[in-house]
């Protein structure tokens, strides 16, 4: 009877087990590390459970035992035990993701003291070190503590370091840590002091069984894409953790062109360029708190006992970001914005951090580089505050028609009419008054609301074109500007094609503006539609040229007929004798390249006659006229040519 309660006991475990097993292989998502560990917690506690079996059948005359049997016996449950504690350690640390990133040094320190318990043990029968057998009955050697030191040092010492970690996981991963080690606790009472080996395979049961928890609930909140926590783990640390002393600060990455990217990609790719990006982010940072929070959006919070180097970490990303990634044929290019939050500054605390961390999700992007950093806690509330009153402003603008479109005009220097203007849409909104292009355009490129914005202005142009004669004013064209945004979007040349047969104009009177910039997003994309438009009988200027990666080369692969030099460059050559040789160099050049010039920010008679002896071929600036409403334009424009 006793025998058959014995191996009932042993056989339900090991049913268990493999119940646990096939739980575990049937709800496998991914081949991270802490699975692999755990299977092999699960392996050596499923030997350890057969050589109980074993060993059982041996004391009760099943099997014949003698001093061979008995050794074999007592080195695989010796070091089965050892090694299930040792997979235990492990599992807690590769689930931690404090393994990974360790020093190769390191990570042969971690094995060293199983590894020798392990050469002990199976060195035993011969120095009886561990364990002897003499007349049937095995004895524990001098040396046996090391037995129950090593499984201590691996078990209970993974469960306290990985209670101080706990907060790197959800809550709930804590708590069942907790009750491991107190299950470890009873396992030592068991053993040592009780010498009761049943309840002590019990314990080893429930730890492995709670292991296995552990897994279901961090993979609940876990991304399938990254591997990294996911939203709903980093707003429950948040909740817990922010405002704590031993944070430092919190960074969000964004993929700035995401959104593009995604509409205009394939989504293998794509997919294939985050998950590329987020291994590069978790090497670089050393760090375990990486979120990634979906949408190309990942964050990461450094603490002061963390390896992390802000400016290494930065450095090495900006670095890589530089180069595109490749994925199965297919090249794709990301930009990052980065704001980073400084929590020691003691301007972002729990009660607030909330608002911070929202402001820097919908931060506008300021520049068009590979890589955007800006310090989310040098904003104050107020800038916070600013940005979403302009939001509001954009929303009740499309709504109540409060944009207008005004116009700026473009003298011909060699015959000293008034031959183009740049229209510039304008908002005044009865809340906030008058608020600049260059703070909504980025705000609405960054919310989506620049599609709209951009419909309002094609619309706007095209319909002034065609309620005035262009001849009979003496207008060659009227310039557009097309945001980046625009200039991605597929559906652009569509677009104009629909204004064109609905305002029944010719294409040959709208100029449209294009920003050197633009380029950075997908140069290939945009010569594509600059083609198509150039096709339907559209020209082009290339505006702000000088502002960003200027060169001469680029500027010759899009098919323009204006360079518009940007105000900064005309203003710094009547201040530095090198600038002004820079000025007359570059409308020398692009001239020699067939290429028409307009400088723009004229503000004085001696910038006029200076740039008309340079040759520049068209003036734009306050000296002639600050933009002007639509009527007033038009008026100007017949005053100014019949003089």
């Known amino acids: 009877m006793v025998l058959n309660m014995r191996f009932s006991y042993n056989l339900l475990i090991i049913s268990i087990l ?68 040792t997979f235990y350690a492990y599992f807690l640390l590769c689930l931690l993701e404090q393994f990974q990133n360790k020093s190769v040094k390191t990570k042969v320190i971690f094995f060293i003291p199983s590894t020798f318990v392990l050469l002990l043990i199976i060195t035993s029968p011969w120095t009886k070190l561990i364990f002897y057998i003499e007349d049937g009955v095995v004895y524990y050697g001098v040396a046996y503590f090391m037995v129950v030191l090593g499984r201590a040092v691996y078990e209970l010492g993974a469960s306290i370091y990985a209670l101080r970690k706990r907060n790197l996981l959800p809550d709930i991963f804590g708590k069942t ?158 930009q990052l914005f980065v704001a980073i939050m400084n929590l020691e500054s003691g301007k972002i605390k729990k009660e607030n951090f909330h608002k911070y961390f929202m402001a820097c999700d919908d931060m506008k992007y300021r520049i068009n580089k590979p890589m955007e950093i800006i310090h989310g806690d040098h904003f104050g509330i107020d800038q916070i505050q600013r940005y979403h009153d302009v939001e509001e402003a954009i929303e009740r603008a499309l709504v ?57 202005v094609m619309e706007s142009v095209f319909r002034f074109v065609s309620e005035h004669d262009m001849e009979v004013l003496g207008l060659d064209f009227i310039e557009m500007n097309l945001s980046m945004v625009q200039c991605m979007d597929k559906h652009l040349p569509d677009k104009l094609k629909m204004y064109i047969e609905r305002f029944d104009v010719n294409p040959k009177h709208i100029n449209l503006e294009i920003t050197e910039t633009a380029s950075n997003m997908d140069e290939e994309r945009l010569q594509i539609q600059l083609m198509k438009m150039r096709k339907m009988g559209f020209t082009f200027s290339l505006d702000d040229y000088g502002t960003g990666y200027s060169n001469l080369v680029r500027v010759l692969e899009y098919p323009v007929d ?67 409403n639509e009527d007033d334009f038009v008026t100007f424009v017949s005053r100014y040519n019949d003089k």
């Open 18 to 85: 493999l119940v646990c097993t096939w739980f575990f292989w049937e709800n496998a998502k991914n081949n991270d590390r802490y699975r692999k560990a755990f299977v092999g917690v699960l392996g050596s506690a499923g030997i350890l459970f057969a050589n109980r079996l074993f060993n059982i059948a041996m004391e009760d005359g099943f099997i014949q035992a003698n001093e061979t049997l008995m050794n074999i016996e007592r080195i695989i449950y010796y070091c089965m035990s050892v090694i299930v504690f």
């Open 400 to 456: 109540e028609k409060e944009f207008k479109m005004f116009y700026q005009p473009i003298i011909d220097t060699q015959t000293g009419k008034l031959v183009s203007a740049e229209a510039l849409i304008r908002l005044n909104d009865r809340v906030l008054g008058f608020v600049s292009p260059e703070e909504f355009i980025p705000i609405s490129e960054n919310n989506g609301k620049i599609h709209d914005i951009s419909d309002f």
């Open 562 to 628: 204006i360079v518009k030099l940007d105000k900064t460059i005309v203003w710094s050559a009547f201040h530095d004798r090198d600038n002004f040789v820079t000025l007359k160099n570059l409308i020398s050049m692009f001239h020699d390249v067939r290429r028409k010039l307009v400088a723009e920010g004229v503000e004085s008679e001696a910038q006029r006659d200076t740039l008309k002896e340079l040759g520049c071929d068209y003036l734009q600036g306050y000296f002639y006229s600050k933009p002007i």
């Open 177 to 334: 840590i907790f009750i491991c080690i107190i299950f470890q606790f009873m396992q030592f009472i068991y053993f040592c002091i009780m010498k009761d080996n049943t309840l002590f395979f019990t314990s080893l049961l429930v730890c492995i069984v709670l292991l296995l928890m552990m897994i279901i609930v961090v993979e609940f909140y876990k991304d399938r894409l990254t591997g990294f926590l996911n939203q709903t783990a980093f707003e429950n640390y948040c909740l817990k953790e922010i405002g704590k002393r031993n944070n430092k600060a919190v960074y969000l990455i964004k993929v700035k062109n995401y959104q593009y990217l995604k509409e205009n990609c394939r989504e293998l790719p794509l997919q294939e360029a985050i998950k590329q990006l987020a291994m590069h982010i978790k090497e670089y940072a050393h760090i375990t708190s990486v979120y990634y929070l979906g949408t190309g959006r990942f964050c990461v919070i450094s603490s002061k006992n963390d390896n992390f180097h802000e400016d290494e970490f930065l450095g090495r990303l900006e670095q890589r970001i530089g180069e595109p990634f490749e994925s199965n044929g297919f090249s794709v290019s990301l």
